[in-house]
């Protein structure tokens, strides 16, 4: 019961420190299906058998860029392409393992952008599925590679990534794709189950054997711009000297406390102070005593005198 | 009320902004900072010993610096660093008061004050073509009463006015690839004379008036036996090169128009001669050198062309120039080592048996081979002729020798450091005698007594000088223990010269220094180069009686394939404790943060195949190893191909030690729009004292902190040359932020029209990089932030109350990474040579950036001001957090250069290490200066500072209690006083 009352306590004093600090947390709170907060477009996740049926749809918007070359118009021209994911077990040699589809936008310019990212993936045969089995077993790596050049591939080198093997299994098997391209060279795939896999990680095997993908593709984000704003600048300079941006309102005890805290003190100060004066005379009476009447008397004597 | 306070907080982070966070009184320089100068390696050296004026030598050094020294103690009078493009082809005095010198391939022509160092004239040479360089200043050649300076650069022969600079005359030798190998003037004419060859066959002489620059004649023969590079001019008209098989002596006579040829096999020069000879490069008339193995024979070629030997001698030699000591007669000087020496000939050109000089002069071993000797004259008190001499050891180290002892040494490989690493000092032994405490004791009484003075302004100016003199020598700040702060630590350097320094903090002096043998030039090794240091063995058991070791690791060669070396220094002594040539490359080492029993530190060497070497090679560190084989990954930056490739570990081996590596991931730039020009990682030593940041309003975000993180940088590869080689539209810098584990690329950003150089810091959660803007034409600084959005959710009260916090589960790179960047760009004025980030024990303090700017000094930038959360209008909140308001540009407050009124040379890098007092970083800048201060982010908050003055405190508390003793006594009186009336 003590024990309760303590934990009680310092869960009481707990919540009173933080509900201090915590006013502001609910405008942090992200949202957890958010895949990244800086992602170009939102996943859209199907979970089905795998089948030649794409799985997952997405769509990317292109950032407004302020190269002119970059710029779409109306006119383009759309073209659809197909690349393969290749997968491998280990060290094993890299088979195919599903069909990435994409529109291919040519601007104008001459630039050209992947939009429109499909995925269908082949479903695991027998044999895959014991080399996966092995995989888990042995800690080993689950790679996939994509062509770096999707027009002419492999173009320059295959883009590989591999993950531990005993991240992809859940109910399904997890995984998560972020495609890093430039045109129609992809950079960098980011592969990976979406939930957290930790190390070292109890081996399990997935109950249903089929892939339950999620694709993002990935332009690349414009560097924010320095600020060019001198006059801005000596405006706002001349303004915050002028006056000072209202802060929002606080109250009495926020802004004053470290006025009322050292008033409170000296207060106390004083009034235990003024508290024990009295006991000191009262105490220091005993010593003082016998002169006491002394000092009486010789009151009166040197009034006496003066007079 | 309320307004005052926010006025008042509003004007206190003002002042918190403005005033510099580091600034130094002129009495504090050097108390805690040290610069030491140097030139580097000497290339080339002229003397300048007229009666007049003092005597000096002018030198000109691989690492591209001018310098003219004080031939009496070595000092330097004055130093130029030229650009590190600009590499000094030939030096001379001209006129005995310019120093002239060719550099840049013979494309710049620079003339200097010889007294003072300041530059005269420039000129700046062009040609059709890149070529040999060769600068000639004739002594009696005179244009118009302009004395002419020729030089000969880029397949073009310029004549210099030596006056202002001007070019008389400009002569093209329209030879596409004729490489000059020497200039001669005929003594009494104005012909001068050109020679050299086109190819490997082909031999071309020229014969130019030196006053038209007319070509007058123009000869050219094919060598019988081809040209190895290496000729050696015999006399003004005889010239004996050296074949390509190194087996066969050709003598061309150009004579009168007629070119003549005669071989000779060094086999009926030299005795029992295999493998390949060499000529040196020695200008003595009518006698060249051959040099086989460690043999240096010396043979005359007589009037009529035969070749007689006149010397041999078995050491390996170094053999100076000619120097005309007298109407005809002439001098050289050769020095040969010997096991505990060297010994130093001087010889007349014209009588071989008769020395003039024969001195030898005792020196350890760790000076190496002698390299290259100069000599100069003097006239003795007895009028006799004496020498004195200038060498260059192997270790870069400059002597003066004159009358058999080293007058002056000069430790010039400290010019090219490759890698710096600290060591901890002994720890300090009990004993000490009481004498010692007593006499320090005094001392310290005294000097505070001296400080007192100063400060209550009674001092007189020879107690000032007293007191700034005991402050600079700062009793104990050189001494060999460990202090309490941990201020005092080794610096172990490692130079180009394969020389290992340990330099003290406290004064920079040199503890100890060792040329390593393993760094030696020898027969298996032809070329060996430092790469890198790592402390190999750091006790802590032990401390007392173990001392730390340091690994040096190095190649035989400058390419990546060739072999590895590696050896041991004790740090305390220096002492090579082991060496050991590997039977495999060296690409990159991996310190592995395991030891095994006895402290020696697991390292992993990558060699060109991709293997995996395990070091120590003893069964307990493969023991501590094994387990972990799994969770050890690597990557390379192929930056030509434009791939990054991450690497795991494989169980199988061939032997014991070695492992297979396997590719697991790549990262392919395409190679039309993108090139890797920097690439840049954390500090593997860095600490981080909290993940959590506290920002405005009580929020908290988490920064992500990984180790594995990589900064690449790639450009346009139009936009890979020089600033305004590209328009703004057709470059770009794209940045990544790559885990290296994984090789996801977490974060990518294109700044539009922006271009390399790039230089990069990565730090904590953020990388710091520093490009140019061509739109805007200045200089830009960046800055990335990264946020780890997955412990975001920790904020909740009740979650953190109920454990539903992911706060203690373990982190993996196979997690999906949720990460939030915020990133920001602000103009900054200089170009950069360096950035790095101070470190400091804890990693509390706040963090400053240490800029090597282009005038060589080195600035700190508070972190503050690139952080990426800076608004136009911070609110109070922020503003209480020490956000500062928005601008364009980052401030340069001169107050801020750590290197005060000084300069590091060549800037190349900035090396900061933590002390043991968490305010304080040490902050060690090389280039061809060394620099070395204690610097303070935050100003030291946890220690009082040097000048302290302990004595004022003593008096002030001995006179409050006086004062207390005599109000009280005062007061006794006075009650006893008022009790009797």
């Not at chain 1, 189950?193 to 109950?207: E, N, V």
């Amino acid at each position: 019961m003590k024990m309760r009352k303590g934990e009680l306590l310092v869960l009481f004093t707990l919540c009173f420190v933080l509900s201090l600090i915590a006013p502001s947390h609910s405008g942090f709170q992200s949202d957890e299906l958010l895949v990244d907060n800086d992602e170009v477009g939102l996943p859209q996740t199907q979970s089905q058998q795998s089948s030649s049926v794409p799985k997952s749809d997405q769509t990317t918007v292109t950032p407004p860029s302020p190269t002119p070359r970059r710029k779409f118009s109306d006119s383009d021209s759309d073209s659809k392409i197909q690349f393969t994911l290749e997968h491998a077990f280990g060290d094993s040699d890299f088979a195919p393992a599903g069909t990435f589809s994409a529109r291919l936008k040519t601007s104008a310019h001459g630039g050209q952008t992947l939009t429109k990212l499909r995925f269908s993936r082949n479903a695991l045969t027998d044999a895959e599925k014991e080399n996966f089995k092995n995989l888990v077993d042995g800690d080993d790596f689950y790679k996939i590679r994509l062509p770096s050049n999707v027009l002419s591939p492999p173009g320059k080198d295959f883009v590989v990534t591999s993950v531990r093997a005993r991240c992809l299994p859940r109910e399904t098997l997890d995984e998560h794709f972020v495609i890093h391209a430039d045109g129609v060279n992809i950079l960098g795939v980011n592969y990976g189950a979406p939930a957290p896999c930790s190390y070292p990680h109890p081996a399990k095997l997935p109950s249903k054997w089929s892939f339950n993908s999620y694709t993002i593709l990935k332009n690349t984000e414009q560097a924010p711009r320095t600020p060019l704003f001198i006059q801005d600048v000596l405006k706002n300079g001349e303004e915050g000297e002028g006056e000072v941006v209202a802060p929002p309102e606080r109250s009495f005890w926020a802004k004053y406390w470290m006025y009322v805290i050292p008033l409170g003190l000296i207060v106390m100060n004083a009034v235990t102070q003024a508290m024990n004066m009295p006991e000191e005379q009262a105490s220091g009476q005993p010593g003082g005593a016998p002169a006491a009447p002394g000092a009486v008397q010789r009151a009166p004597s040197s009034a006496a005198r003066r007079r | 009320m309320g307004t005052m306070l926010r006025v008042f907080l509003l004007l206190l982070s003002l002042l918190s902004i403005t005033a510099p966070a580091f600034s130094l009184y002129e009495d504090q320089v050097g108390l805690a900072d040290w610069h030491q100068k140097y030139i580097g390696k000497v290339k080339d050296a002229v003397f300048h010993t007229q009666k007049t004026g003092r005597k000096r030598v002018v030198v000109s050094t691989e690492e591209n610096v001018i310098a003219s020294l004080d031939l009496r103690h070595g000092e330097i009078f004055w130093r130029h660093v030229l650009g590190p493009n600009d590499a000094i082809d030939g030096i001379d005095i001209a006129m005995g008061k310019y120093v002239i010198t060719l550099s840049s391939e013979g494309s710049i022509l620079r003339a200097w004050n010889l007294p003072d160092g300041q530059m005269v004239w420039e000129a700046f040479l062009q040609g059709p073509h890149s070529s040999k360089s060769s600068l000639l200043v004739p002594a009696s050649l005179k244009v118009d009463k302009d004395n002419v300076i020729l030089a000969f650069g880029k397949g073009c022969l310029h004549a210099v006015s030596g006056i202002h600079g001007e070019i008389l005359w400009k002569k093209d030798l329209e030879a596409e690839s004729f490489e000059i190998q020497h200039m001669i003037q005929t003594s009494g004419s104005d012909l001068i004379h050109l020679v050299g060859f086109v190819g490997s066959s082909q031999f071309d002489s020229y014969t130019i008036d030196a006053k038209s620059g007319e070509l007058l004649k123009h000869d050219s023969a094919a060598i019988p036996g081809g040209y190895s590079g290496q000729a050696s001019l015999v006399s003004s008209s005889t010239l004996v090169v050296m074949d390509s098989a190194g087996s066969t002596v050709t003598t061309i006579s150009f004579q009168d128009g007629k070119v003549t040829f005669s071989q000779t096999p060094v086999s009926t020069l030299i005795e029992d001669f295999v493998g390949k000879a060499k000529l040196l490069a020695l200008k003595l008339e009518g006698v060249f050198a051959v040099k086989t193995g460690t043999h240096t024979t010396f043979v005359r070629v007589t009037v009529e062309g035969k070749l007689e030997v006149v010397d041999k001698i078995n050491h390996a030699t170094a053999v100076s120039d000619v120097l005309e000591i007298s109407e005809n007669r002439q001098a050289f000087a050769f020095v040969h080592r010997r096991s505990n020496g060297i010994d130093l000939t001087v010889k007349l050109g014209a009588d071989w048996n008769h020395d003039l000089l024969k001195e030898s002069i005792k020196m350890d071993q760790e000076r190496g081979s002698v390299q290259k000797v100069y000599i100069n004259n003097y006239i003795r008190t007895d009028r006799s002729h004496g020498f004195r001499a200038l060498i260059v050891m192997e270790d870069h180290s400059l002597l003066l020798v004159q009358q058999g002892a080293v007058v002056w040494s000069r430790e010039d490989a400290l010019a090219s450091v490759i890698d710096v690493k600290t060591s901890e000092l002994p720890v300090e032994k009990k004993g000490v005698s009481v004498a010692k405490v007593e006499e320090s004791l005094f001392e310290w009484l005294q000097g505070h007594v001296l400080k007192l003075k100063g400060t209550l302004m009674l001092a007189s100016p020879d107690d000032m000088a007293a007191i700034q003199s005991l402050r600079l020598k700062a009793s104990g700040k050189s001494k060999m223990t460990r202090d309490h702060n941990g201020f005092r630590k080794l610096l172990i350097v490692l130079t180009k010269a394969g020389k290992v320094f340990a330099l003290h903090t406290g004064d920079g002096r040199i503890v100890w220094s060792r040329l390593l043998n393993s760094l030696r030039q020898s027969e298996t090794c032809e070329n060996p180069t430092g790469l890198n240091l790592f402390p190999w063995h750091v006790p802590h058991h032990h401390a007392l009686d173990e001392n730390p070791s340091a690994l040096v690791v190095s190649r035989c060669g400058p390419s990546d394939d060739a072999l590895g070396l590696l050896s041991f220094v004790d740090t305390y002594t220096g002492k090579e404790l082991s060496s050991s040539s590997l039977d495999h490359s060296v690409v990159q080492v991996i310190p592995l943060p395991f030891m095994d029993s006895t402290e020696q530190r697991l390292h992993l060497l990558i060699d060109a195949s991709g293997q995996a070497h395990l070091y120590p090679k003893t069964s307990d560190a493969l023991g501590v190893f094994r387990p972990e084989l799994t969770n050890v990954y690597w990557y390379s930056v192929e930056a030509e191909t434009g791939i990054i490739k991450g690497y795991a570990l494989k169980e199988k081996a061939s032997d014991d030690y070695s492992f297979d590596t396997r590719g697991i991931w790549s990262i392919v730039f395409p190679s039309e729009s993108e090139k890797i020009i920097k690439t840049s990682t954390r500090k593997l030593n860095e600490v981080v004292h909290t993940q959590a940041k506290v920002v405005a309003d009580q929020d908290a975000m988490f920064k992500y902190i990984s180790k594995n993180l990589l900064f690449v940088a790639t450009v346009a590869p139009k936009a890979s040359g020089d600033i305004g080689s590209s328009t703004p539209e057709e470059s770009w810098l794209i940045v990544y932020l790559i885990d290296t584990i994984t090789g996801r690329i977490l974060h990518r950003m294109t700044h539009h029209g922006a271009q390399g150089p790039v230089e990069a810091v990565v730090s904590e959660n953020w990388v710091i990089y520093h490009y140019f803007n061509l739109r805007a034409h200045k200089y830009e600084m960046s800055v990335i932030e990264i946020y780890d959005q997955s412990r975001a959710d920790n904020k909740d009260v009740w979650k953190l109350i109920l454990g539903k916090h992911n706060l203690t589960s373990p982190v993996s790179s196979y997690s999906r990474p949720e990460i939030m960047t915020r990133s920001q760009s602000y103009f900054f004025t200089h170009s950069v040579k360096s950035i790095a980030v101070t470190s400091t024990a804890k990693g509390i303090t706040s963090k400053q950036l240490l800029i090597g700017t282009v005038g060589d000094q080195v600035l700190a930038l508070d972190k503050r001001f690139l952080d990426p959360r800076r608004s136009v209008n911070p609110t109070q909140a922020e503003k209480e957090e020490g956000i500062i308001p928005l601008t364009d540009s980052l401030p340069i407050i001169p107050q801020s250069y750590i290197t005060h009124a000084l300069k590091v040379e060549g800037l190349r890098g900035i090396e900061t290490v933590p002390a043991k007092l968490e305010s304080t970083t040490l902050i060690f800048a090389y280039g061809v200066d060394l620099f070395f201060t204690r610097f303070a982010p935050s100003r030291t908050y946890d220690s009082l500072t040097e000048d302290f003055s302990y004595a004022l405190l003593l008096l002030t508390i001995v006179a409050l209690v006086a004062a207390i003793f005599i109000t009280w006594i005062l007061s006794e009186k006075k009650e006893l006083r008022d009790k009797w009336r």
